[in-house]
């Protein structure tokens, strides 16, 4: 059985973190929660945590983020709203063992591109937060808004995709309308993505 890190702040919402839980409680995920990790006190993430009695850490600093994750043997980090930049030798010890969602659709390859389902170009929105790439995707008159899982890189907003999400953007969307439907199709392809390498 494997040992996850659940990394969150209090950008996030917490919902990511929840379908982790729900998915490790329904035994999809053949895994874990070893520890919950914050950047801050006022993660609305601890409170999901501590509601289900997951052991939780405050890591303000970036630089005590390695120790703290070998010190609880995890093999997979999870990346669900956490704000703070990983820094290289934490990529380095968990190459490719650590999940991120991007709110675009990354390619396979560098210089790769990404159809939507109706044939058009999906738009990566690399170096976007959430609220701008959800923006971008209306000022670039896109068809479809995307999420990807990925393993994160030391190539920026790239890596190794684990799964992707489409939504068809619609006339009457708003940021916040959209982001509600992708955010569920996000919960979704990260409790897949798990499923597949937790479960192997």
Known sequence: ?????????NKGT??????IIDGVKNK??????????????????????KKNHLPIALCPKKENLLPLLQK???D????????????????DAFSN??????????PDTIDGVVKNPDGT?????????TDKAMQNFFDQNATYAGSTLHF??????????LGRCFEKILPSDTIESLYARLKKQENQIYVKGLMKLCNL
């Open 72 to 74: 609880n043997n995890i």
């Open 14 to 19: 917490g919902t990511n973190l929840q379908a």
């Open 1 to 9: 059985m494997k040992n996850l890190a659940v990394l969150i702040s």
């Open 152 to 161: 994160l890189s030391h190539e920026f907003d790239f890596g190794k995709v």
């Open 97 to 106: 063992r650590i999940l991120n969602i991007h709110p675009g659709l990354i």
């Open 76 to 91: 997979y980090v999870c990346l669900a709203g956490w704000k703070q930049i990983i820094q290289n030798d934490v990529i």
């Open 121 to 129: 170009n999906a738009l990566w929105n690399r170096g976007k937060m």
């Open 28 to 49: 999809k995920i053949n895994a874990t929660i070893a520890i919950v990790i914050s950047d801050t006190e006022d993660a609305f993430g601890l409170t999901r945590a």
